[in-house]
């Protein structure tokens, strides 16, 4: 099957929000990437054509590391979908590897950071972001909350505050438009 990757054009948003929709059986995610194109939270985002439609999206958008009394701009990768009947045929790589490479052409220096399947997320050099000072705001999520640099060679460097263990964890806070996951439902 012949894919093309790209970045989203506005004629991809209505297609794109129902890769979404579908990939994750729910609305939230849709509702997510709604709000992220409404306060132009988005660095990077990107879809992939295949037989005259789209079958994946990523896309990434900023997040703070704050630590201590200091923060610093990251990037976050989320989210990512592929349509139920393209899944298990390489487009989730092929979005994910272009949207990476899209922000950090863009943003070189930022660490990135994704919550999601390590057995996954291996594969674009994402690794435990726990093991190396970095918590989600969200709280303990275990090895799903990973983190990678540009340089794939170089482990992403600690930024900590000086002081007790718990001073040295850096929280790392996804953009507003995340807000959506801890609004309470009816």
């Not at 929709?21 to 849709?30: G, M």
């Not at 090895?143 to 640099?149: G, K």
Request: glycine fraction near 6%; proline fraction near 5%; hydrophobic fraction near 45%.
């Amino acid at each position: 099957m012949d894919a093309k990757t790209r970045i989203v054009s506005h004629a991809d948003r209505p297609q794109a929000l129902e890769v979404v929709r579908a990939a994750f059986e729910q609305d939230l995610e849709a509702q997510l990437v709604e709000r992220m194109w409404t306060d132009g939270s988005i660095i990077a985002e990107c879809v992939t054509h295949a037989d005259g439609r789209i079958v994946s999206y990523a896309a990434i958008s900023p997040a703070t590391i704050a630590f201590g009394s200091e923060a610093v701009p990251a990037l976050a990768l989320a989210p990512v979908a592929v349509a139920p009947e393209s899944q298990r045929n390489g487009f989730g790589e092929q979005v994910v590897r272009a949207t990476i490479d899209a922000a950090f052409a863009r943003h070189p220096g930022r660490l990135m950071f994704v919550l999601g399947d390590p057995a996954y997320y291996r594969r674009f050099d994402f690794r435990p972001a726990a093991a190396v000072g970095y918590q989600w705001e969200g709280g303990d999520v275990g090895d799903a909350f990973q983190v990678r640099s540009k340089d794939r060679a170089s482990a992403p460097g600690i930024m900590a505050a000086a002081g007790s263990d718990a001073e040295r964890r850096s929280i790392v806070r996804y953009c507003n438009a995340f807000s959506i996951f801890r609004q309470e439902t009816p």
